[in-house]
C-alpha cells in the first residue's frame, strides 16, 4: 500500500522498475532478481542513472555493476541517504564556518 503523501525510497524504486520498458512484470519485490527483470548491464546503469537523479546520490560503476536483486538497490540508496547530513546539520556546519570566518576577520 503506498503512502500518498511522501513514497517510500522502496516505493520509488518500484516504479522507476516498473516503468522500464525492458521489466515485463507487474509487480516488482525486493527478493527479485534484476536478471529475472530483464534488467542486463545497460539497463541496470540506466535505472541507477534515473535513481542518481531522483535522490541527488551517486553510484559507482562498481556498486552498480553489484546489485543483483532490487533490494540491492533499495539498501544501497537507504544507506547513502542515511550518511548524509539532514539539512539541520548542514545549517549547523555553516553556521560554525561563519563564526570561523567572522573571527578570522575579527582577529586581523
Known amino acids: 500500500m503506498y503512502n500518498h503523501n511522501k513514497p517510500t525510497i522502496t516505493e520509488i524504486v518500484y516504479d522507476y522498475i516498473l516503468n522500464n520498458h525492458a521489466v515485463v512484470v507487474d509487480i516488482v519485490d525486493a527478493s527479485m532478481s ?3 527483470l530483464n534488467l542486463d ?3 541496470k546503469i540506466s535505472l541507477a542513472m534515473d535513481l542518481e537523479e531522483h ?5 559507482s ?3 552498480i555493476e553489484n546489485f543483483v536483486t532490487v533490494g540491492d538497490i533499495i539498501d544501497h540508496i537507504r544507506q547513502v541517504l542515511d550518511t548524509q547530513p539532514s539539512l539541520e546539520e548542514l545549517a549547523d556546519m555553516q553556521r560554525l564556518d561563519i563564526s570561523a ?3 578570522e576577520v575579527n582577529d586581523s
Request: no cysteine.
Open 41 to 43: 548491464s545497460l539497463e
Open 61 to 63: 560503476n562498481q556498486q
Open 101 to 103: 570566518l567572522e573571527s
Open 55 to 59: 535522490f541527488e546520490i551517486d553510484m
Open 34 to 36: 534484476l536478471a529475472n
